[in-house]
């Protein structure tokens, strides 16, 4: 089983920047990529970016690509930490963000991702 849960969401103005994290514990270490996706009402899940398990490889969607970036740390034996740094905010971003967890690389479907966290708002005025 892996858990993960999402922090640092908030409201901002267009052109903050925002840090989200996202606490990921339970076999998250065992080969489990890390995503984030991001839903805005009305509309659906979307891919925002990706980290895989080692932490050298990411991947972003081209609508964030230039302003967002992602990292992970692999922390202690407990917990990992999955971060999206979100910079040059503008109102479209505003969304419910999500991380995911897959065992599967390189996928931008929401299907293809076992673990969800609940998410954190962002909203973003212009």
């Known amino acids: 089983q892996v858990q993960l849960v999402e922090t640092g969401g908030g409201l901002a103005q267009a052109g903050d920047s925002l840090r989200l994290s996202c606490a990921a514990s339970?076999?998250?270490?065992?080969?489990?990529?890390v995503a984030w996706f991001r839903q805005a009402p009305g509309k659906e899940r979307e891919f925002v970016g990706a980290v895989s398990w080692s932490g050298t490889t990411t991947k972003l969607a081209d609508s964030v690509e230039g302003r967002f970036s992602i990292s992970r740390d692999n922390g202690d034996k407990a917990k990992e930490w999955v971060y999206l740094q979100m910079n040059s905010l503008t109102p479209e971003d505003t969304a419910l963000y999500y991380c995911a967890a897959s065992t599967y690389w390189n996928r931008v479907r929401k299907e293809d991702y076992e673990y969800w966290g609940q998410g954190t708002q962002v909203t973003v005025s212009s």
């Open positions: 339970g076999r998250i270490r065992i080969g489990y990529n």
